[in-house]
């Protein structure tokens, strides 16, 4: 008898929703706008609740969730919304919104939902110890070690690193309302929208921009080999859609690298170790799922 999960994948603009088999398939599927919670959480919950009532009870929840967001299971406010600037969002509670299934809930961020969706069953594979990046609307990474995500007081927060920014290069000042010109203030996707009045897929001649941007994102991809040495990264959301962003970031890493670090993970030209994600865009609902697979256990 296969019990049945309710994972969410929620993200800055969409959430998507499903009900699933403890074995990963699908039986009812949704995609919902990201407004406030009041908007949000009743459509999430009437969801469920006529998919429960067609496919029988849910035993588990697994919600990968945009942040910043409380994950930490022994904490008073696990699941709960932050800081956010989001209106709306600060404090508002996943355990709150299902609670009336009476199910188990495991809250983790969405990108380290997606690390093990991809450590499951897409190109994480076979890695001790992976991180996963999303480089999107914002950007994020989830570092997974034997497919336990990583934390501290707080889970990561790699979009807000500090890069440096040469202005006679690129003059526009970053879109963070915290830092200005942190990472994600200079290479998320709202910021090359207000850069250049479109995304990078969309410009007409693209190549010194996308070096511009895989030259920011590669001051995390270093980052992340330096304090993690990952057997792999991924790198996933629109932005990473770009056509030779993703070849563009594999040589300014290796540049920045230096032939610093010497392992077999690290192949000549990275190809087999910079990668898109496997599953594509099923990455962070197989996630939500293998989280609430970890809330049945
Ligand atoms: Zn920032």
């Not at 440096?164 to 526009?172: G, M, N």
Request: net charge negative; charged share 20%.
């Amino acid at each position: 008898m296969q019990r049945l999960i309710g994972a969410i994948e929620a993200g800055g603009t969409k959430f998507v929703l499903a009900l699933a088999r403890e074995d990963g398939g699908v039986l009812a599927e949704t995609r919902i706008a990201t407004r406030t919670p009041a908007e949000c959480f009743p459509e999430v919950a009437a969801f469920f609740e006529q998919a429960a009532a067609a496919h029988g009870p849910i035993a588990a929840f697994g919600v990968g969730s945009f942040g910043p967001i409380d994950i930490d299971p022994g904490s008073p406010g696990y699941g709960t919304f932050t800081t956010t600037p989001k209106p709306g969002w600060a404090g508002a509670s996943y355990r709150d919104a299902l609670g009336r299934f009476g199910a188990p809930i495991v809250v983790d961020t969405d990108v380290n939902g997606a690390a093990l969706g991809e450590w499951e069953q897409g190109a994480g594979q076979g890695c001790r110890t992976l991180a996963y990046t999303t480089v999107g609307t914002g950007i994020g990474t989830g570092v997974l070690r034997d497919g336990q995500s990583l934390m501290g007081f707080s889970h990561f927060e790699s979009g807000h690193i500090p890069v440096p920014h040469d202005r006679s290069l690129d003059p526009f000042d970053g879109f963070c309302p915290y830092h200005g010109d942190c990472l994600e203030g200079l290479a998320a996707g709202p910021a090359i929208e207000r850069r250049w009045g479109t995304s990078l897929s969309k410009l007409a001649s693209p190549a010194d921009k996308i070096e511009l941007i895989a030259g920011y994102v590669s001051q995390l991809a270093v980052s992340l080999i330096l304090l993690h040495m990952p057997d792999r990264l991924i790198f996933g959301g629109g932005v990473m859609k770009t056509p030779g962003l993703i070849p563009a970031l594999r040589k300014a890493t290796e540049a920045r690298l230096a032939g610093y670090i010497q392992a077999p993970q690290l192949d000549p030209g990275l190809e087999s170790y910079i990668v898109p994600p496997g599953l594509g865009d099923e990455a962070g609902i197989t996630g939500a799922i293998a989280l609430g697979r970890k809330a049945l256990a």
